[in-house]
Nanobody, 124 residues
Framework: QVQLVESGGGLVQVGGSLRLSCAAS????????MGWFRQAPGNSREWVAA????????YYADFVNGRFTISRDNRKNTVYLQMNSLKPEDTAVYYC?????????????????WGQGTKVTVSS
């Protein structure tokens, strides 16, 4: 079992930056692929980025367009999402998730564990 706790959300102005963190419990963090998703009010959950178990391969949704970077530190059991050039449409609750295959995925159904989310609000 893996427990995930997100942090780092908040209110930021257009063009600003935030770094989200997701701390995982357990000694097997390094075997999991990790992903970030988001959900805006009235919208379905949307994939943002994913990273494989080693951190050597990362994937991004098209809308990211070079603005976000996913990374992980397996010594600290933590995955990060650095978000730059934020836009009002990035406003959402951001969730991290873990999947046991270790590859990372854009499909929410591949993930086995989810955090509670951290809210990001981008004001114009």
């Amino acid at each position: 079992q893996v427990q995930l706790v997100e942090s780092g959300g908040g209110l930021v102005q257009v063009g600003g930056s935030l770094r989200l963190s997701c701390a995982a419990s357990g000694r097997t963090f390094g075997s999991y692929g990790m992903g970030w998703f988001r959900q805006a009010p009235g919208n379905s959950r949307e994939w943002v980025a994913a990273i494989n178990r080693s951190g050597g391969t990362a994937y991004y949704a098209d809308f990211v367009n070079g603005r976000f970077t996913i990374s992980r530190d397996n010594r600290k059991n933590t995955v990060y999402l650095q978000m730059n050039s934020l836009k009002p449409e990035d406003t959402a609750v951001y969730y991290c998730a873990a999947e046991q295959r270790g590859q990372g995925s854009s499909y929410y159904g591949d993930y086995d564990y989810w955090g509670q989310g951290t809210k990001v609000t981008v004001s114009s």
